[in-house]
């Protein structure tokens, strides 16, 4: 609510900006000084007749200037003349010649002076060239001039009101000045830049900016409002075409009715650029307008060229009521909206109200008045503004657009690369996963197949001998699945599961066993270092059970340098040197020392007889914990 | 006279197990069953003092008839005998109720000495079966935002047990480091096992309570 209160500061400046160019305009265009030496000329005799001379026959009364045919002459096509006598009195100095100055003749004039044509306007048939709204000045040569009372007759042509679209186009012809050329010419300049080159320069632009819009709207559907907008400028250009081509090559009813059809296709644009730009979009008045700007002309055409007048004048209201109908729609959208437009809108929307009140005004009374002049310029002015400010939101959003697409484009790299990390560590996942559950599935199979039939062959052969065989391989595929399925092992639980074993061993075997090892070992032993130093202390075991005769055995454990080393010490026979044949045979010797090498230890054996057995096993603690 | 179970599937270790038991249990009386459903049929309509269950079977888990006996006929001894001997496999039966467990490839006098013990209540405790056991009560230590959860805890000199038979002593050296019997360190192993299946149970309940709850 607060944000709408005060205008954004965007609107603040567009609208200063509309404010300055405007007062500058006016400052420009201030009038130059009144002319003290012109003569004003505000009544004259006036007669109708179309010969190349005064009627001296026909009726002529004295009427007041600005003449209005409509009001002087009702129903008149022309031509009329008027009869102006002066008095060479008012003549400069002999360097000035004396020139005749009238703001507004319509559509065009011949001027005789003492009886001697001095300008005549390039169609004086018809169509007539349409003079309306450009300033004629008249040099009225020295020679020509009479001393004391000269005669000037004006023979002007025009269509009466009913048959043309605007009363500023219909048969008149404005007050007269008479003086010195160089002070008329700097009038008539500031004339013709008010009612010409100011409209011209304004409506070349609106075709420019407008065409522009229209193709930047037509070819992006989503603003639409740009098109109608587009549209609307370039039509409202095109009513200003009598500007530029004074002599169409039409009948004038046809370039009337030309014109005239332009009304409701600018209403049309116009009306729909403001539903467009609140967000609305109505189907009714989508097919609604089209069938207008049909029907207008076509009615136009069918009441024929005398009722020209009253019938645009109706429509145009019909067609202003629109107008202002879809304007109360806009803002009342565009307040709810709290849209930031609102203040800027709201205050073109009313200067134009204005400049159409203006216009209503001057078509109710005769001859264009300066301030309907100036406020003919303020529509499209008001028009440039507004396509300005669109031109700004348009870029605003082309702007944000880009943001949230960069914003859009760097999130979406994110989520890939999410998605990459995501999808990799779950791949990750998923191998561990399946080499797990195919370890296990092995493990499961070797217990329940081999597992079984070697445990059937232990426990039913009659032969010692294979049934012991038996239960090593038992032991030994029960040590391979762990090895293949198990994790690392603390070192510390490691020796607590050897110990309970070999102790339990040698008690059994009647051997007092000494066991030595420190506690609380924080290192870990790869799940093959563990079965295989399993497997190696288990053999040496046996070996001093079946083998040795020792009484005594004594094991050190400890960890230095990185390694850890086991030293298995029994007080038995040894191994004889005789033996060394066979040392591998039934003792190990050599599997032990093969296994304590897969693990880059060492296994030594250092024995003799009567000095009983040393097995000194050495595993690098580092490297047994990688090799899994 | 007992009255003995035997649940094994392997035909000649079944036979091998049976004469097994005659020999230490002489005048026993022996059901055999090679299956799961059997056995758990037999176990609601005869009355066992022993029950020697395999792991493995062909219909199902052996541990299924522990709790099963246990529910059922808690003075009977459940023993485990199987193939594996790593704690993966044989703590899951410990808690259920088994008292006890026998590895299948050992040789016949140390099973028979092993049954025997048994029979009298000296049940084995492996080193990586009461490290086990400790992480298992040491968890439950931990505060629990469940009150309703059975506080079953070990004493000190069950935890002394524990602590000594996981660092590889065994029974007969603990006894001697603690200046006790022989039979009263095998009844504070005995309660450890009995502690480890009551809880176990309280727990199993109270999860079954817990699923019931929010299930709904």
Redesign the interface.
């Known amino acids: 609510m607060p944000r709408r209160r005060s205008p954004p500061s965007s609107t603040r400046l567009l609208l200063s900006i509309g404010l300055w160019l405007l007062a500058g305009m006016l400052l420009a265009l201030a009038p130059p000084p009144a002319a003290a030496q012109a003569l004003h000329i505000d009544s004259a005799l006036s007669a109708e007749g179309d010969d190349s001379r005064f009627p001296e026959g026909a009726p002529a009364r004295t009427v007041a200037l600005p003449d209005d045919w409509s009001r002087s002459h009702p129903g008149s096509s022309g031509p009329v003349w008027y009869r102006v006598r002066f008095n060479a009195a008012p003549a400069p100095q002999a360097d000035d010649p004396l020139a005749l100055l009238a703001t507004h003749v319509c559509a065009s004039f011949e001027v005789q002076l003492n009886g001697h044509v001095v300008h005549r306007g390039t169609q004086m048939d018809e169509p007539y060239t349409m003079d309306c709204d450009h300033p004629q000045l008249v040099t009225l040569p020295a020679a020509l001039l009479r001393a004391g009372v000269n005669q000037l007759d004006l023979k002007v042509v025009g269509y009466p009101l009913a048959q043309v679209g605007s009363r500023h186009r219909a048969g008149a012809l404005s007050a007269l000045a008479l003086g010195p050329l160089p002070q008329l010419q700097a009038r008539q300049r500031w004339r013709t830049a008010v009612q010409v080159t100011m409209p011209q320069a304004l409506g070349a632009t609106l075709l420019l900016t407008g065409g522009f819009m229209f193709v930047l709207g037509f070819f992006n559907r989503r603003e639409s409002h740009l098109a109608y907008f587009g549209a609307l400028s370039v039509g409202w250009a095109l009513l200003g075409a009598r500007l530029w081509l004074r002599d169409w090559p039409l009948p004038q009813p046809a370039a009337e009715l030309l014109l005239a059809s332009l009304l409701p296709l600018v209403t049309w644009a116009g009306v729909q650029f403001l539903l467009r730009y609140a967000g609305a979009r109505l189907r009714w008045v989508d097919v609604g307008l089209p069938l207008q700007a049909l029907l207008m002309p076509l009615s136009l055409a069918l009441a024929g060229a005398s009722w020209l007048y009253p019938l645009v004048t109706a429509w145009a209201a019909l067609l202003a009521l629109e107008a202002v109908a879809a304007a109360v729609f806009h803002l009342r959208r565009q307040w709810r909206g709290r849209s930031a437009s609102f203040w800027l809108m709201a205050a073109l929307l009313a200067a134009m109200a204005v400049s159409a009140l203006i216009e209503v005004w001057a078509q109710r009374v005769s001859t264009p008045s300066m301030l309907a002049r100036l406020a003919q310029l303020m529509t499209p002015l008001l028009l440039v503004l507004m396509g300005l400010r669109l031109v700004q939101q348009h870029g605003q959003a082309l702007r944000q657009a880009e943001a949230g697409r960069a914003l859009l484009e760097q999130r979406v790299r994110e989520a890939t690369a999410e998605i990459e990390r995501n999808f990799r560590q779950l791949s990750e996942l998923k191998i561990e996963q399946v080499t797990e559950r195919e370890r296990k599935r092995i493990a499961?199979d070797l217990?329940?197949d081999l597992?079984?039939k070697?445990?059937?062959i232990?426990?039913?052969s009659e032969n010692d001998r294979i049934s012991t065989l038996a239960?090593e391989a038992?032991?030994e595929m029960?040590l391979s699945v762990?090895g293949l399925t198990g994790r690392a092992v603390r070192l510390?639980?490691a020796?607590?599961?050897?110990?309970?074993e070999v102790?339990?061993r040698l008690?059994q075997a009647g051997i007092e066993a000494d066991?030595s090892a420190p506690?609380d070992l924080p290192q870990t032993l790869s799940a093959r270092a563990y079965v295989q130093t399993t497997r190696i202390l288990r053999e040496a075991t046996s070996n001093i059970i079946k083998h040795s005769g020792a009484s005594y055995c004594s094991v050190q454990c400890q960890v230095a340098d990185g390694d850890f080393q086991l030293v298995v010490q029994d007080n038995g026979e040894g191994i004889s040197s005789e033996a060394d044949g066979r040392l591998d045979r039934g003792h190990g010797m050599a599997t032990m020392k093969q296994r304590a090498k897969q693990l880059q230890g060492q296994c030594l054996v250092e024995s003799g007889p009567g000095f009983g057995t040393v097995i000194r096993l050495t595993l690098p603690l580092d490297r047994a914990l990688e090799a899994s | 006279m007992k009255t003995i179970l035997l649940l094994e599937d392997?035909p000649?270790?079944r036979a091998?197990l049976r004469k097994l038991v005659l020999q230490v249990f002489p005048d026993s009386q022996i059901s055999e069953s090679a299956r799961v459903a059997d056995a758990l049929a037999l176990v609601t309509a005869v009355k066992f003092d022993l029950a020697l269950v395999d792991l493995?079977l062909p219909d199902g888990s052996g541990v299924d008839v522990v709790t099963k006996l246990r529910d059922v006929q808690p003075e009977t001894q459940s023993v485990v005998v199987t193939?594996?001997?790593?704690d993966e496999h044989l703590f899951p039966a410990l808690q259920a109720g088994a008292f006890g467990y026998i590895l299948?490839?050992q040789?016949?006098e140390l099973i028979t000495e092993q049954l025997q013990r048994i029979s009298q209540g000296e049940p084995p405790l492996?080193?990586?079966i009461a490290?086990r056991v400790m992480a298992y009560f040491a968890n439950k230590a931990k505060p629990q935002v469940n009150t309703q959860l059975v506080n079953v805890s070990l004493t000190d000199r069950e935890s002394e047990v524990l602590l000594r038979?996981?660092?590889?002593?065994?029974l007969?050296?603990i006894g001697v480091q603690l200046g006790l019997s022989r039979h009263t360190i095998a009844d504070y192993v005995k309660q450890i096992y009995r502690k480890l299946n009551v809880s176990s149970r309280a727990e199993a309940a109270l999860e079954a309570q817990r699923l019931g709850l929010f299930g709904r």
């Open positions: 499961a217990h329940d597992g079984a070697l445990l059937t232990v426990h039913t239960r038992l032991e029960r762990r510390a639980d020796l607590g599961d050897w110990r309970a102790v339990s008690a066991w506690e | 392997l000649e270790i091998w493995g193939i594996h001997d790593d299948k490839e040789p016949r492996s080193p990586s490290r038979v996981a660092k590889g002593y065994t007969p050296e």
